[in-house]
């Protein structure tokens, strides 16, 4: 299974809110995750990211890639 770090969109119409999920790369967008390690909102000044270092990095380190957009907002 090739596992993938990326945004799951939550909230609603105009109003986003991301969360950081670990899921198959071979699911939709909104579908089930395997876990969730963080959430990230832009619609608020300044933008609130929080996601667990930790977590990210285990599953980096099993080899999940992560996505442009995750590794953008997390620095990585």
């Known amino acids: 299974m090739a596992t993938v770090v990326r945004l799951t969109r939550m909230g609603r119409k105009k109003k986003p809110f991301y969360r950081i999920v670990v899921t198959d790369s071979r699911k939709r967008r909104d579908s089930g995750w395997i876990e969730s390690i963080g ?21 980096t380190s099993v080899g999940a890639k992560m996505s442009d957009r995750v590794k953008r907002i997390t620095g990585k």
């Open 39 to 59: 959430y990230y909102n832009p619609m608020t000044e300044p933008e609130v990211i929080k996601f667990d270092e930790e977590r990210l990095a285990y599953w």
